[in-house]
């Protein structure tokens, strides 16, 4: 089992792979982080494609071949174990033989196919909840791969549709998603996109992810997940939600002082 129940799961990296350079520089400030703090398990994170950008001239990535060379390189130089999203069936083989997890995007979170091929590589499969699915119907999700062969199954929680170009999140659903599998991870800079909200563009108030982390902390999360960067405005995705790298280290420490406190009350 790759999941370290005796640690605060954290996935953390840019949200798109814009250059080999980028990843060394992101990869080099979190292992730093995690060097200095043992109650912490890494999981580094970018995708090769996003293939659900808001505009068609949105920028997707470097594609799967060279994402997982560079991918590769992460892991041979600083030993994270790596997760990515994944869009299609036949690109799950070929992520998993270099990432140790493999993420299913929010809105494709039902493709039957898509779960089926993820589960037969034998990764852990994490999938996020899908903005428009209550927690409750996340069990049906989790039975698509179990009943694949998914022997290690991980749930993000990354906000519930709401009205026009927003999210909400509803911290009871960190409890009843942990009914149907854990652990579940609470993604902190997606659950404040507002999506398609800027012509084209999905913006967001990175400014409330480190409040939301928090409480999803206390309300039982057994990770959080964030997307970081060295320049976040000027980032190819998801530039309104991603924090600063420079900022990162402070508030996944703050989170794990949230995590061994609630733990401590659980005992």
């Avoid at 999203?85 to 299913?104: G, K, M, S, Y």
């Avoid at 493709?111 to 996340?138: H, P």
Wanted: hydrophobic share 45%; charged share 25%; with cysteine.
């Amino acid at each position: 089992m790759l999941y370290n129940r005796d640690r605060l799961l954290v996935i953390a990296g840019p949200c798109v792979i814009e250059s080999e350079r980028l990843l060394m520089d992101v990869a080099e400030k979190l292992a730093k982080i995690v060097d200095a703090n043992d109650r912490i398990q890494l999981i580094f994170k970018s995708s090769f494609d996003k293939a659900n950008r808001t505009s068609v001239t949105s920028q997707r990535g470097v594609g799967l071949v060279e994402g997982m060379k560079i991918l590769g390189k992460i892991k041979a130089n600083y030993g994270f174990s790596l997760t990515t999203d994944i869009h299609l069936p036949d690109q799950a083989a070929v992520a998993a033989r270099v990432c140790d997890v493999l993420q299913i995007p929010a809105f494709l979170c039902r493709q039957t196919d898509l779960l089926i091929a993820a589960a037969e590589t034998g990764a852990v499969v994490s999938v996020k909840k899908g903005q428009f699915l209550s927690a409750r119907e996340m069990k049906y999700v989790v039975n698509k791969l179990e009943v694949s062969g998914a022997e290690e199954v991980w749930q993000i929680e990354r906000g519930t549709t709401f009205g026009y170009n927003d999210l909400v999140v509803d911290m009871r659903n960190i409890a009843l998603m942990k009914y149907h599998a854990e652990p579940v991870i609470f993604d902190a800079t997606h659950s404040v996109q507002k999506p398609g909200a800027g012509e084209g563009v999905t913006l967001g108030s990175r400014e409330f992810a480190e409040t939301l982390a928090y409480a999803a902390i206390s309300a039982g999360a057994n990770g959080v997940f964030f997307e970081t960067h060295p320049d976040p405005d000027r980032a190819a995705s998801d530039a309104a939600n991603q924090i600063h790298v420079d900022k990162i280290g402070d508030i996944i420490n703050n989170c794990a002082k949230f995590w061994e406190l609630r733990r401590s009350m659980e005992c």
